[in-house]
C-alpha cells in the first residue's frame, strides 16, 4: 500500500511539473505591441445634440456620457479617455492632448464635411489638459473637456466644433482613432415646454384627464392643473372633481436646472361632469 501511495504522489508531481512548463510556454510567447486610441472616436463624430434620456445619467468609465453640466463651477464638461490595448501594462504611459482646429477647418471646407454654419469653440472659453497617464496596470486614462457654460449659453442656438488628438513618445498611436471631433449644439441648454391633453372619462364625479408631455431638451418636469394639485411626472392622469375651466400649465427643466426652464401654458381646459 505504502508503495502504492508514493508512486500515486510522484504521478502527481509530475503531473504539475509538466502542467507549470506547458504555462510557462505560454507566457512566454510573443504578443502584439500595444497601441492608445480614443474610444470616444470609434463613433466617428461625437456630436451632442440631446439630453441623457435620464436624470440619473452617469459617464461609464471607457464609455463616457456625451456630457454633464458643472453648474457650481459654471462648465460644461466632456468626458473623454485614451484607451491602451494588448496585454503588457507593466509600465505607465504618458499621453500628450492637443486641441485640434486644422481639422475642423478641412472639415467644414470639404463637400462632405461639417455644415457651414458650424464654428470652431474658441480657445479662450474651452480648457483641455495637457497629458493624461495611464497607470501601471490600466488600460484607461480618463480627462476632460470643460467648457465655459455662460459662452454656451449666451451663443443661443449655435453649433460649436472641436478636434481632440491624442499623441505619445512612448506608445503607438492607433492613428484612425487618435482624433475626436466633437460637436456641441447649444439649443440642448434651452428646454421647450409642450403639452397636449385628452378627455378619458366623465362621471357625475369624476373627469379623469390623460395628458400627453412633447416636451424637448428636458429633464424634470412640473406640472400645474390649476386646481391647487400639481405633479411631476413625465405624463400624468389627473382626475378633477368640480366642473370649471382649469389653467393648467407644464414647467420644462432643462440639464442646468431653472436657469432655462420654459413654461407651455393653456388655459382653456374645460370640464363637465354629468
Known amino acids: 500500500m505504502k508503495r502504492i501511495l508514493f508512486n500515486s504522489i510522484k504521478l502527481m508531481v509530475l503531473v504539475i511539473f509538466l502542467t507549470s512548463c506547458g504555462y510557462e510556454e505560454i507566457i512566454d510567447a510573443e504578443y502584439p505591441d ?39 463651477n459654471n462648465r460644461f464638461v466632456v468626458p473623454l479617455s485614451v484607451y491602451r490595448s494588448g496585454f503588457e501594462h507593466s509600465q505607465s504611459v504618458d499621453v ?123 429633464m424634470r418636469y412640473l406640472w400645474d392643473f390649476g386646481d391647487g394639485n400639481t405633479d411631476t411626472v413625465r405624463a400624468p392622469v389627473h382626475y378633477y372633481t368640480e366642473s370649471g375651466t382649469y389653467n393648467v400649465s407644464l414647467t420644462a427643466i432643462g440639464v442646468v436646472g431653472e436657469i432655462t426652464q420654459d413654461v407651455a401654458d393653456t388655459t382653456f381646459i374645460e370640464i363637465l361632469l354629468e
Open 34 to 72: 500595444p497601441v492608445i486610441y480614443m474610444p470616444a472616436a470609434a463613433r466617428g463624430m461625437f456630436v451632442i445634440n440631446n439630453v441623457p434620456g435620464r436624470p440619473e445619467f452617469h459617464p461609464t468609465p471607457g464609455y463616457p456620457s456625451r456630457f454633464n453640466i458643472d453648474v457650481d
Open 96 to 218: 500628450d492632448i492637443h486641441a485640434d482646429t486644422d481639422t475642423i477647418s478641412q472639415l467644414i471646407s470639404a463637400e462632405e464635411g461639417l455644415a457651414e454654419n458650424v464654428g470652431i469653440l474658441p480657445s479662450q472659453h474651452y480648457s483641455l489638459p495637457s497629458s493624461v497617464t495611464v497607470q501601471r496596470g490600466d488600460e484607461i486614462g480618463s480627462f476632460s473637456m470643460e467648457v465655459d457654460l455662460d459662452y454656451l449659453l449666451a451663443s443661443v442656438d449655435t453649433v460649436f466644433a472641436l478636434g481632440v488628438r491624442i499623441s505619445s513618445d512612448q506608445i503607438e498611436v492607433n492613428d484612425n482613432l487618435g482624433t475626436t471631433i466633437i460637436i456641441i449644439h447649444t439649443r440642448i441648454l434651452y428646454p421647450q415646454a409642450a403639452f397636449g391633453y385628452s378627455i378619458a372619462t366623465v362621471t357625475p364625479d369624476t373627469a379623469q384627464v390623460n395628458f400627453e408631455n412633447n416636451s424637448i431638451y428636458a
